[in-house]
T-cell receptor, first 116, second 112 residues
Framework: NAGVTQTPKFRVLKTGQSMTLLCAQD?????MYWYRQDPGMGLRLIHY???????AKGEVPDGYNVSRLKKQNFLLGLESAAPSQTSVYFC???????????????FGDGTRLSIL | GQNIDQPTEMTATEGAIVQINCTYQTSGFNGLFWYQQHAGEAPTFLSYNVLDGLEEKGRFSSFLSRSKGYSYLLLKELQMKDSASYLCAVREVTGGGNKLTFGTGTQLKVEL
């Protein structure tokens, strides 16, 4: 049972480059999320999705785009990377509030991204 | 919006009991979660409270007072492996998507 899998685990980019982070979950969860975690800032929500084909902005969406073409996958894109986007990125998933509001979010192992 | 406060750091002794507090302000409370995060790893779920009172899970317990906007995580019989960051997260009624707002975490160090 893999749970939530993120790829890649580490990446170094130059300013202005683009890349896509992939998140896959095998728990048949309806909801998926992308967070960034920075020292002293805690986990902050970038974008989230409540179902296939739908996405919504979180607390810090600028500079990022997302897509949810399949229920099990949630992609996070950086179109033109900036040093301020150096962070650890976590993907999470959960059941919908209609199915079970008491269930927690389950997190992937994170992607450590450095932008020079 | 929400405001979540928890202490930045705490130190405790192996075998002892430690209480990590979390206070929050929210316009529509709909549940509070505690997560544990070891350095370099993913957050893992510890407990959930939506009604007032104490929830016990082995060595870990969590308490909630909605009227006071207050929760605590109680860790008993501390072990060295409990050294980690403990994250308090609040869910609001509005907005949909089961979104959580996280505190900045409390770094717990367990010493011999």
């Amino acid at each position: 049972n893999a749970g939530v899998t993120q790829t890649p685990k580490f990446r170094v980019l130059k300013t202005g480059q683009s890349m896509t982070l992939l998140c896959a979950q095998d728990m048949n969860h309806e909801y998926m999320y992308w967070y960034r975690q920075d020292p002293g800032m805690g986990l902050r929500l970038i974008h989230y999705s409540v179902g296939e084909g739908t996405t919504a902005k979180g607390e810090v969406p600028d500079g990022y785009n997302v897509s949810r073409l399949k229920k099990q996958n949630f992609l996070l894109g950086l179109e033109s990377a900036a040093p301020s986007q150096t962070s650890v990125y976590f993907c999470a998933s959960s059941y919908s509030s209609y199915r079970d509001p008491n269930q927690p979010q389950h997190f992937g192992d994170g992607t450590r991204l450095s932008i020079l | 919006g929400q405001n979540i406060d928890q202490p930045t750091e705490m130190t405790a002794t192996e075998g002892a009991i430690v209480q990590i507090n979390c206070t929050y302000q929210t316009s529509g409370f709909n549940g509070l979660f505690w997560y544990q995060q070891h350095a370099g790893e993913a957050p893992t779920f510890l407990s959930y409270n939506v009604l007032d009172g104490l929830e016990e899970k082995g060595r870990f317990s969590s308490f909630l007072s909605r009227s006071k906007g207050y929760s605590y995580l109680l860790l008993k019989e501390l072990q060295m492996k409990d050294s980690a960051s403990y994250l308090c997260a609040v869910r609001e009624v509005t907005g949909g998507g089961n979104k959580l707002t996280f505190g900045t975490g409390t770094q717990l160090k367990v010493e011999l």
